[in-house]
Nanobody
């Protein structure tokens, strides 16, 4: 069983920045596909970005503003969020696929964190 713990959320003004972190348990973290999703009130959970040893991908809605990265020595994946907008307000979730396959689909990820709230004020 893999446990994921997110941190770094908070309240920020539009145009500001936040960096989210997600620490994962497990000895083979470097093999995991790690992803970030977000869910706004009344909306479905949506893909933000994913990263594996092969590379990374980011959603068009945040491209140029958000960056996903990882530090395998720390079992941690990051989401750097710049130029935040009110529409980025959501609960942000970290997810892991132990098989190392990164997709944009919620159902493909077996392990999830508890989420961290990001609120962007206008």
């Amino acid at each position: 069983q893999v446990q994921l713990v997110e941190s770094g959320g908070g309240l920020v003004q539009a145009g500001g920045s936040l960096r989210l972190s997600c620490v994962a348990s497990g000895r083979t973290f470097s093999r995991y596909a790690m992803a970030w999703f977000r869910q706004a009130p009344g909306k479905e959970r949506e893909f933000v970005g994913a990263i594996t040893w092969r590379g990374r991908t980011i959603a068009d809605s945040v491209k140029g503003r958000f960056t996903i990265s990882r530090d395998n020595a720390k079992n941690t994946v990051y989401l750097q969020m710049n130029s935040l907008k009110p529409e980025d307000t959501a609960v942000y979730y970290c997810a892991a696929d132990l098989g190392g396959i990164a997709t944009t689909k919620v159902d493909e990820y077996e392990h999830w964190g508890q989420g961290t709230q990001v609120t962007v004020s206008s």
